[in-house]
């Protein structure tokens, strides 16, 4: 007997490249990051461009950038041999700081992302967002996107629960809402998002509005949508409302 899968009560968005474009966002940033901590020396940039695989003509971070495949905790050695630094914990809370004013100048979101969280929101469920950016830039970023009264939860790699790939907001979502994980749909862009919903027990939901495509992400993803704006009509279709 063929069992309908339950209804999903609660989204957990990733940010850049789901919410955010990451392009635009982080690839402009990521210059003025760069040419700030390298004090302006052409040559460190040069490093930490490679280091990062970073295009500096283009502003763009190519899809095997160590920037997208973790958390700053997880490459700040690299900015670190790139600039003849040893204190990376010193340089973690530069990095983190100058990317937060710098991305928030930058700041492009893919689409209407408000329209959509409205929509979800009329439809009863519970929203948040799971990011391996840090905490206080992701607030900023929503605040400045007038996205943060839409969203129950707000984590970051350094909230306390862990990064992606790891469970670990995932499960706290699930926690703070009241929402089982098998009712929880991950929304992202890339396989980080989505080996950790498979890790928590949620839905994995991929977006093709960041680096990575779709016959990367379609073997981890349970559902692969275009990007949040078919969030509803997915909703719905699961909801058996459609």
């Known amino acids: 007997m063929h069992v309908p899968p339950a209804p999903l009560a609660a989204l957990l968005f990733d940010k850049d490249g789901t919410l955010v474009d990451f392009d635009l966002t982080w690839g402009r940033a990521g210059h003025a990051v760069m040419l700030a901590l390298g004090g302006g020396d052409a040559a460190a940039v040069a490093r930490l461009a490679e280091a990062m695989h970073y295009d500096v003509a283009a502003l763009r971070f190519a899809p095997s950038s160590p920037l997208i495949a973790g958390a700053p905790d997880t490459y700040v050695h690299l900015w670190a041999e790139a600039l003849g630094r040893s204190d990376d914990a010193v340089l973690l809370d530069e990095m983190n700081a100058a990317f937060t004013d710098a991305t928030l100048r930058a700041l492009a979101p893919i689409g209407t992302p408000e329209a959509v969280l409205l929509a979800l929101k009329g439809r009863g469920l519970k929203l948040g967002l799971a990011t391996n950016d840090g905490e206080a830039s992701a607030r900023r970023q929503l605040a400045a996107l007038g996205l943060d009264a839409h969203m129950d939860f707000i984590a970051g790699y350094d909230t306390g629960h862990g990064g992606k790939p790891d469970p670990g907001m995932v499960l706290a979502f699930a926690a703070a809402t009241g929402v089982a994980p098998g009712r929880i749909g991950m929304v992202g862009d890339s396989h980080l998002d ?11 939901i991929a977006v093709l509005t960041g680096p990575a495509r779709r016959d990367e992400l379609a073997p981890l993803a349970d559902h692969v949508i275009d990007g949040i704006a078919d969030l509803p009509a997915l909703v719905d279709r699961l909801s058996g409302t459609a």
């Open 194 to 204: 989505l080996v950790s919903a498979r890790a928590a027990g949620a839905v994995a």
